[in-house]
């Protein structure tokens, strides 16, 4: 990426986008050549890339899709009522993820849910932590982690075969198996991040851009083939309300 972005340099590029938090933290050595807008980055603040979300300062600012953990967890309640033990699966340098997991194990706690740690630093090592917690856990849950989502068909292949429902922290790792989520809506993401870059380009300052986080309107993601197996033998009890499979933010994936 430093390679990428020193040939911007050269180039004199008028701004860059960066997108996902190991891009936005490679650019950031390069923001007194060009203004940096990145995108799809969990945590800015906790990764280093701005000191406020509401005054990035340097040269850089941009769109967080921050997970919304607190809504996920009572998705959880609602479609899982019984569950009380959550196997949390992922990679630990995964440093998105572990600030989101932080969060959900904290409002988990708060709702009197137990959280159990699974990891591994590859598919196999995961595939061997994802067994472990079907095996002991209600449900399991995966925060924002490259390494999980690149192998979500295979893992959520474990969770579906025990029958454990798999909640996620995006729409496309419930497109690639698990059960569902609450997120934010990807190509509106691009859109604003566009709408920020628009702005750069004409002359507006990066540190008085403020970073935007999508906290509200967000969208209930269900993926219909996995929600057609729980139905026939989920482990624990399986809820859907009425409320929320008319929602006009359900969105079911095939």
Do not use: W
């Not at 300062?57 to 769109?63: A, F, L, S």
Request: overall charge negative.
């Amino acid at each position: 990426m430093n390679t990428i972005f020193s040939q911007f340099q050269s180039e004199d590029a008028a701004a860059v986008v960066a997108i996902t938090t190991a891009a936005a933290q490679s650019a950031q050595n390069f923001t007194d050549s060009y203004p940096v807008i990145f995108s799809a980055v969990a945590d800015p603040v906790g990764a280093g890339i701005v000191k406020d979300l509401e005054h990035p300062e340097g040269n850089i600012t941009g769109t967080s899709f921050e997970v919304q953990v607190d809504q996920i967890i009572d998705l959880i309640m609602e479609l899982n009522p019984d569950a009380k033990t959550i196997g949390a699966l992922y990679t630990p340098g995964e440093v998105n993820g572990v600030s989101t997991l932080n969060r959900f194990k904290t409002y988990a706690k708060e709702k009197g849910l137990e959280v159990i740690d699974g990891t591994g630093t590859d598919l196999t090592t995961l595939q061997q932590a994802a067994q472990m917690l079907v095996e002991k856990c209600d449900v399991l849950f995966s925060p924002n982690d490259n390494i999980v989502a690149s192998g979500m068909t295979a893992l959520a292949s474990i969770a579906l075969e025990n029958q454990v429902p798999y909640y996620a922290a995006s729409d496309s790792m419930v497109q690639d198996g698990a059960f569902a989520t609450v997120g934010i809506d990807y190509e509106e993401l691009g859109r604003e991040t566009a709408r920020m870059t628009v702005e750069v380009l004409k002359g507006k300052v990066p540190a008085d851009i403020p970073v935007k986080v999508f906290r509200d309107n967000l969208s209930i993601y269900i993926n219909q083939k996995t929600l057609d197996s729980l139905e026939k033998d989920c482990r624990t009890k399986l809820v859907l309300p009425e409320p929320v499979m008319k929602a006009d933010n359900l969105k079911l994936l095939d």
